[in-house]
C-alpha cells in the first residue's frame, strides 16, 4: 500500500513538514516495518496536485520521492493539495503515466485522486464495461473511471465490495469546479475480516496543524506529526473530519 497526505490551509510551512514525512516515510516505512512486511519502501514514482487562487499545479514523477528535491509550486491564500507516493501491487506497470494522483475531467470541472489499497481489477472492470488490457492499467485509474461513471459518492460505497479482503480503500480527492471553487474529500475502509495486525498500516490520521487540517497515512506520525486515526466512513469531507 502506497503513503498519502491531504492537506487544507493557508500555512506553506505545514505543506513543506508534510512532505518532508512523506519522504522519509516512502523511504522507510516503519509501520510497514513493525507488522511485519517484506517491502517497507514506497519508491514506485510519486506525484502532487496543489490547488490555490494561482491555479493548479500538476505533477507526476517514475522516480522515488525521496531521491528528488521536492519544490513546492507558488501558491497564495487558501492551500488545497493531495501528495502521493506509490508502492506498485505487484504486477501493476510503474512509470509516470501510473503515478497518483489520476486526473479525469467531467461535465462540471475536475477530479483528482489519490488512492492505496487494492481491489480486485477483474470485478471493477466488469462494472465498468472495460474491455481493454487490464496489464497496462492500475486499480487506481479504473477508481476515478467508476467514480466519473457513477458520481464519487455512490462510486465510494459500491467500491467496498471490489477491495481486496487483506488490503483497504483510501481515498483522497480534490475536486475543482468549473467556477473556480474546489473541495477535497476523504475516504477510509477495511475489511473487518482482514489481517488485524495490519489495521494500523490501513489508518489514515487526522491533524490540525498551526495553519490548516491535514489527513494522512499513518507512518506520517513517526516522522514528526501526531494525528489521530479517522473512523471508518464513506466520502467525508476533509473540513468534517474528527
Aim: aromatic share 8%; charged share 25%; proline share 4%.
Amino acid at each position: 500500500m502506497c503513503r498519502m497526505f491531504a492537506y487544507a490551509g493557508n500555512s506553506r510551512e505545514d505543506l513543506a513538514r508534510l512532505v518532508g514525512a512523506l519522504s522519509k516515510a516512502a523511504k522507510r516505512d516503519t509501520v510497514a516495518e513493525r507488522v511485519p512486511l517484506k517491502n517497507i519502501v514506497h519508491g514506485d514514482g510519486w506525484g502532487f496536485a496543489v490547488y490555490s487562487k494561482r491555479g493548479l499545479t500538476y505533477h507526476r514523477s517514475g522516480r522515488s520521492i525521496f531521491n528528488e528535491d521536492v519544490v513546492l509550486p507558488p501558491t497564495d491564500g487558501k492551500i488545497l493539495a493531495v501528495f502521493h507516493a506509490k508502492q506498485a501491487t505487484p504486477g501493476n506497470p510503474v512509470g509516470e503515466r501510473f503515478s497518483h494522483p489520476f486526473l479525469a475531467e467531467t461535465p462540471y470541472g475536475l477530479i483528482l485522486l489519490a488512492h492505496n489499497g487494492s481491489l480486485y481489477k477483474d470485478k471493477l472492470a466488469e462494472r465498468l464495461h472495460f474491455a481493454g488490457d487490464l496489464s497496462r492499467i492500475t486499480d487506481s485509474e479504473l477508481v476515478l473511471k467508476y467514480a466519473v461513471q457513477r458520481g464519487l459518492s455512490a462510486a465510494s460505497a459500491d467500491l467496498e465490495d471490489c477491495t481486496k479482503t487483506n488490503s483497504a480503500l483510501n481515498l483522497l480527492v480534490l475536486e475543482i469546479g468549473d467556477n473556480g471553487q474546489a473541495d477535497m474529500s476523504v475516504k477510509h475502509f477495511y475489511h473487518k475480516e482482514g489481517r488485524l495486525d495490519k489495521t494500523r498500516y490501513y489508518e489514515l490520521c487526522c491533524e490540525d496543524l498551526a495553519g490548516g487540517r491535514a489527513v494522512f497515512s499513518s507512518t506520517l506520525n513517526d516522522y514528526g506529526l501526531s494525528g489521530k486515526p479517522i473512523v471508518k466512513d464513506g466520502l467525508v469531507p476533509l473540513s468534517a473530519l474528527k
